[in-house]
């Protein structure tokens, strides 16, 4: 179980960090796959980057370094939050195929949680 949480927590993890720095950074190419980056104002694209590249950061380097690993269960509760609100606005703007990205990505960070609050645990 542990070798297969750390497989998902390292995809995830370099997931956000690239697709976070496209939004931090404002790459154009990364920018123009999403449409909807351009109809909200920058600050919340940036703070939107800035939250995804912790939360990568967060599901890989506490249990890289052994430095409190429990932050690697609050990391991927935060990104869950984050697609689950993801979900809800593309749901608003009636984009239903960025939904199931949004739904796998929140599935993907609730079973790295759960598998690290409740499975590594017992």
């Known amino acids: 179980m ?3 949480l750390w497989i998902l927590q390292l995809l995830l993890g370099l997931f956000f960090l690239i697709v976070g720095a496209a939004k931090t950074f404002r ?6 796959a999403m449409p909807w980056a351009g109809d909200v104002p920058g600050g919340l694209v940036t703070f939107i980057g800035y939250s995804e590249m912790l939360g990568g950061a967060g599901l890989i380097l506490p249990g890289v370094t052994g430095m409190c690993p429990l932050l690697v269960s609050f990391a991927a509760l935060g990104l869950a939050v984050v697609m689950l609100h993801a979900g809800a606005f593309h749901a608003m703007r ?5 939904i199931w990205g949004n739904l796998g990505l929140l599935l993907a960070a609730g079973v790295i949680a759960y598998g690290r609050l409740v499975v590594q645990r017992q």
């Open 2 to 4: 542990n070798v297969a």
């Open 27 to 32: 790459h154009e190419r990364a920018l123009s």
């Open 94 to 98: 009636r984009e239903y195929r960025n």
